[in-house]
């Protein structure tokens, strides 16, 4: 299932817990308590609706929309694979990076996470991994040539 669809679906289902909602009668006991669990089913809804959209925790206050995992999923999905020559300067720029780089450079870029959450995991400084991840990515730009493609596909 694509993630515009789980989104429409989750969507829909907002809509029709909301009007079941509004239905109940909050002077009666049984209903009241219903209300309220529908309450708490609706806030964990738009959290995870919240999270599909934006493709990072909700309430975040760093990160940038084009950091959006799962539409970048997507968009990888749709392109044309690499071709044997890309393939290939990808792997020899990979092969030049320090081990911190391309850890911090896969773990942002493939795996979504953010410099906070790499630092956290590798004990480094967000600033540190934040300047592994865009030395990397420099040398990626560096190996293909393509600044534009590798700017839309890493970030």
């Not at 694509?2 to 009007?19: C, D, F, Q, V, W």
């Not at 290939?88 to 493939?110: G, N, P």
């Amino acid at each position: 299932m694509s993630s515009a669809a789980l989104i429409a679906e989750y969507t829909s289902g907002i809509k029709a817990l909301s009007r079941y909602k509004k239905s109940l009668d909050r002077n009666n006991p049984v209903e009241a308590e219903e209300a309220r669990t529908i309450s708490g089913m609706l806030s964990d809804m738009r959290y995870a609706l919240d999270w599909m959209r934006r493709g990072r925790r909700p309430g975040s206050r760093k990160g940038a929309e084009r950091h959006d995992i799962y539409r970048r999923r997507e968009l990888l999905a749709n392109t044309e694979p690499l071709t044997d020559e890309e393939r290939q300067k990808l792997l020899d720029c990979m092969a030049v990076m320090t081990e911190r780089e391309l850890t911090c450079w896969l773990l942002h870029m493939a795996q979504g996470f953010t410099y906070a959450e790499i630092g956290a995991r590798l004990e480094l400084s967000r600033r540190t991994v934040q300047q592994y991840v865009e030395r990397a990515r420099k040398k990626v730009e560096d190996a293909l040539g393509r600044t534009d493609d590798v700017q839309m596909t890493c970030g």
